[in-house]
């Protein structure tokens, strides 16, 4: 067990419609981090949130949005989805000092029908 | 971040040693070497890390070459759970920053 808890583990929903996964990081962990997994692109960063701000962004859609609260949890929206957002979503946090090793979630399973 | 190359896969024996390459050319003096791994319908785990020296920890062992160009990741007994993807990144460090760039790995199959 990570101590990385993403929710829901499944999700299937239709094409446009909008969801949101969540994060709980680590006890602790001030940074959480979204990536992207599908069969064809592997993992790939989506964006970082350190404390409440907003610090990396990666290859994520103009469709996708997310944010950190004051209790540190996540919440990455998907909207006007389309079949290709069918993915693994995952979730991972990390503490304050550098280079130290990053916890990843067990992932949403996202299914765009 | 700087690339790594990896093999897209390799074999091991059950209670063999598994000795994972990765090809950084690039690396910059700056950049950690790390490895994670995933499991199959799991997120990624970490390994271990290291910046010049070799480094042990209780999963594996990290051998980086004097110059830096490459790495290797050794596992000292495979076991059927060390079955995995495992991806080796290099990360420049920054406060508060952890962005990990994923490649493809190599998977790793253990056979009984």
């Known amino acids: 067990d990570s101590g990385v808890t993403q929710t829901p583990k499944h999700l299937i929903t239709a094409t446009g419609q909008r969801v949101t996964l969540r994060c709980s990081p680590r006890?602790?962990?001030?940074?959480v981090y979204w990536y992207q997994q599908s069969l064809d692109q592997g993992l790939q960063f989506l964006i970082q949130y350190y404390n409440g701000e907003e610090r990396a962004k990666g290859n994520i859609l103009e469709r996708f949005s997310a944010q950190q609260f004051p209790d540190l949890h996540s919440e990455l929206n998907l909207s006007s989805l389309e079949l290709g957002d069918s993915a693994l979503y995952f979730c991972?946090?990390?503490?304050?000092?550098?280079?130290?090793?990053?916890?990843f979630g067990q992932g949403t399973r996202l299914t765009v029908v | 971040d700087a690339k790594t190359t990896q093999p897209n896969s390799m074999e091991s024996n059950e209670e063999e040693p598994v000795h994972l390459p990765c090809n950084h050319s690039?690396?910059?003096?700056?950049?950690?070497i790390h490895w994670y791994r995933q499991l199959p319908s799991q997120g990624p785990e970490y390994v271990i890390h290291?910046?010049?020296s070799n480094v042990n920890n209780r999963m594996a062992s990290l051998a980086i070459a004097e110059d830096r160009k490459s790495s290797t990741l050794i596992l000292h007994r495979a076991t059927l759970r060390d079955a995995a993807v495992y991806y080796c990144?290099?990360?420049?460090?920054?406060?508060?920053?952890?962005?990990?760039?994923f490649g493809k790995g190599t998977k790793l199959s253990v056979i009984p």
């Open positions: 990144i290099l990360r420049l460090g920054g406060a508060g920053s952890y962005q990990l760039t």
């Open positions: 006890s602790g962990d001030l940074s």
């Open positions: 991972a946090s990390s503490g304050q000092v550098l280079n130290t090793e990053a916890f």
């Open positions: 690039t690396i910059s003096g700056t950049d950690y």
């Open positions: 290291g910046l010049t």
